[in-house]
Structure formats: C-alpha cells, structure tokens
C-alpha cells in the first residue's frame, strides 16, 4: 500500500518536470528564432568603396629635418572624422615602410580615432568654423617610437600639417594616448599641449 | 696738542667729503654671467637607447661633466641639474635655472635619429614680459633671445664643421624657463653615404662638440655685456 503522502508527492514531482519540460522547449524556440533572425542580418552584399581623392600627405624626413608635402590618391569618407583618419593611417604607413626617411613602426592602425570638436574661442575668432581635432593614438604606436627630440617633434608636425592640409578647418590638435592623457611621446616631445596646425604648416618645407 | 688756524677748515673739507660719499648708493657689482646645464633624464627616465647599447641619460651625463669642465676652465660659473644617474622633475630643471637668474640653459639631450647637432628652442610665440608668467608658458618672453643664443651656438658648431639643423619643439622644462634656452640633441655623426661616422656617446666627437658650445658660450657672454 503506497502513501497518501507519497502519491501527492509523485504528482507535485511529475507536475514540476513537465513544467520544466515546456519552459525549456520554449527556451529553445526562442534561441532558434534569434539564430535565424542572426542569420538574415549578415551582410550578403560587399560594402562600398569610397571613391579615390588625392590626399597631400606632409612628410618628415629625419636625414634633413624637413617637412614635404606629397600628393598621394586614396579612398576618403565622406565623413570629415573618419576622413582625418585615414588620410593619418596612410601617413603612418608611409612611416612603417623599413625604407621610410622618417622610420616608426606602427602604421595605420596605430590611428584610433579621430574626433573633431569645435576650437577655441582664439582659433574661432580667425575662422568661425574652426575645429579642435583629438588624434587617439594606439600605446603600441608611442611605445614603439624612436626616442628624440627631432624624430618625435617631426611626427607631431607632419600630422599636424598633414590635417591642415586636407581638413582646412582643423587649427588646433590635441593627442591622447589609449584614450588618456600622455606626459610626452616617447620621452620628449610634450602630449600635454594644444598645438596649433599654423605652427606645423609654417615649418612645412623648411630645411636647415 | 696744537690745531693749527687752517685744521678746523680741512676737518670741515674731509666731513663734507665723507657726507657726500655717504648719499652716493653704493656700486652695483656686474651681474654674474652663470650657465646651467641640464643633463637631460635620469634614475628611472632613461630616455632613449643608442645603437651602441648606451642609455641616453647616461650619454647627456657624460656630455654634461665635459661641458662643465671646459665652461669652468673658461672662467665661466656654471651650475648642473644633475651630477649623478638621478631623477630630476622637469620643472625642477626649471625652477634651477630660474633660480639663479642664468645667462644660458643648455638642456643636453642625444639620438640615434637624424645627424649631427639638433637646436631646439621652444615653439611658443615671443611674447612681451609679464610681471607674473604663467608656469607653463614662461619661456614666451625669452624666445627672441633663445633664438638668438641659437643663432650664436649654430655658428660656432658650424665653424667646427658639425652639421647642425635648427628647429623648434615643446618640451616640458625648457618652455617654463625664463632665460636663454635650448635644447641640444647630439645625434650620430654621418658621412656622405648616411653610414654612421661617430656615434653620440663617442668621446672624440663629444669632445669637439662641448668644445664648439663652450666656444659659443664665451661669445655670449660677450654679446650679452655689449651695450
């Protein structure tokens, strides 16, 4: 003779594993359906290719301390960040290459970001529309950068002039590291500072 | 005792003498003429390494205690920021050359990049002097003769036959400093081919180049005396 006990028990038990059993078929529903819905958001078609523009890249070079602009075709954004930041990227790749007359390994992708916000009430008071651009550089790049004065201060003067030159709007910059705030790049040149890219173009093609 | 009829006119002469010497301010003595060199880095800083294995602070020491020696035996009063592997705060530096009213500051640095001499002077625009500058900025009233001290040092570097490039930077120390100041970076000696002739830390090529900034320190101080 079973239990009174032990029958309500056994239904209680049942009960609970059907109730189980139905959750975890819905949970599989459920999963299955965001699998699928996954599925048709990939991408099916190539994404577009900016189209080339020619791009005056500012070049240092270490053997004369000077600061040449090159024209160079490449694809630009339309947007004027991500536009900043390639036209960076490919002057960084031309300081990669083991040829380079300014060496730095790192290349593009030692460019994060590039934000633009709106300048100074002093650079605003020449040009209504002048903009502040924050270059967020990778710590791999300035770890890895040749240690000097005229090596980091030609890095810093190309990029400034190499954005006043394609972004005509850009009069000031300012440098992070990571994100964070950084003393100097590579034990030199400060990162704490505004540089102004007027300074920069003035000392673009100069040689001692 | 006897007073003669002409001593209390003399005693009255000498008196009157004395009076007016005392109502003259006393001379002022000519202003010291004082270098500070700055080796730059130290302790945990080592800055950048040369080819040769050496470190570069160690390298801006040795280029340092040269200098000294020949600006010393110049007559010249000179005063370091470090004399030994030590950790010197930037605005320590500053606050050394600010201190003693210096005629020069020679912030000494060394590369394996480039060649020859590299002159820095601060990237600040020149401005007017303020009775209270601001820490950061203090150089501004003192480029125009920060880049004159340059012009000075280019010349005598370049009658050694030391190439020598000119240029300007940011660099935390110099910009707070209020006297003539520059930054020397001493980078590899090269040929016609670009090969590496004399490395920064070579005592040879050291040697010639404290003896042509000593030679352009002199001049300075010459300069600076002239009316």
């Given at each position: 003779m079973i239990p009174r006990y032990q029958k309500i028990l056994f239904v209680v038990l049942l009960i609970a594993s059907l109730a189980m059993g139905v959750v975890l078929w819905q949970l599989r529903e459920r999963a299955h359906k965001r699998l699928v819905a996954g599925d048709s958001s990939a991408p099916t078609t190539a994404p577009e290719v900016a189209p080339a523009e020619e791009a005056t890249l500012v070049a240092a070079n270490d053997n004369d301390n000077s600061l040449l602009p090159q024209v160079h075709s490449l694809p630009l954004p339309g947007d004027s960040g991500a536009r900043a930041r390639a036209v960076l990227g490919r002057l960084l790749d031309l300081y990669a290459?083991?040829?380079a007359k300014h060496p730095v390994p790192g290349g593009a992708a030692s460019v994060l970001q590039v934000f633009l916000l709106p300048?100074?009430?002093?650079?605003?008071?020449h040009d209504a529309v002048a903009q502040l651009?924050?270059?967020n550089l990778a710590s791999a790049f300035a770890a890895s950068h040749p240690s000097g004065l005229q090596t980091e201060t030609l890095t810093i003067d190309s990029i400034c002039a190499t954005l006043r030159a394609n972004l005509p709007h850009v009069a000031e910059v300012r440098f992070l590291v990571d994100g964070q705030t950084r003393a100097t790049l590579a034990g030199h040149a400060d990162l704490t500072r505004t540089y102004l890219t007027a300074q920069a173009a003035s000392a673009e093609g100069t040689k001692p | 005792m006897h007073w003669s009829k002409s001593a209390p006119a003399a005693f009255l002469g000498v008196a009157a003498v004395l009076g007016?010497?005392?109502q003259q301010p006393p001379p002022t003595p000519a202003p010291r003429f004082l270098v500070v060199i700055d080796a730059a880095h130290g302790g945990d800083d080592a800055g950048g390494k040369l080819d040769t294995g050496t470190l570069e602070k160690t390298a801006n020491l040795t280029m340092s205690v040269r200098l000294r020696s020949l600006l010393g035996a110049r007559g010249i009063s000179v005063v370091t920021t470090r004399e030994s592997d030590a950790a010197v705060d930037s605005n320590r530096r500053a606050e050394i050359a600010n201190r003693l009213n210096a005629g020069a500051c020679l912030s000494l640095h060394a590369t394996e990049s480039g060649s020859g001499i590299h002159l820095?002077?601060?990237s600040l625009t020149p401005a007017q002097p303020v009775r209270f500058p601001a820490w950061k900025t203090a150089q501004a009233a003192w480029v125009t003769r920060s880049l004159a001290l340059a012009g000075v040092l280019n010349s005598a570097l370049d009658h050694a036959g030391i190439a020598v490039t000119l240029s300007r930077t940011a660099l935390p120390g110099i910009d707070s400093m209020t006297c003539p100041a520059l930054a020397v970076e001493i980078?590899?000696?090269?040929?016609e081919d670009n090969k590496v002739?004399?490395?920064p830390d070579d005592a040879d090529y050291q040697a010639r180049v404290a003896g042509a900034l000593a030679a352009a320190i002199v001049q300075w101080r010459t300069e600076g005396r002239q009316p």
């Open positions: 290459d083991p040829e300048a100074s009430s002093n650079a605003q008071s651009a924050v270059v | 007016a010497a005392a820095f002077a601060s980078a590899p000696q090269r040929g002739d004399a490395e």
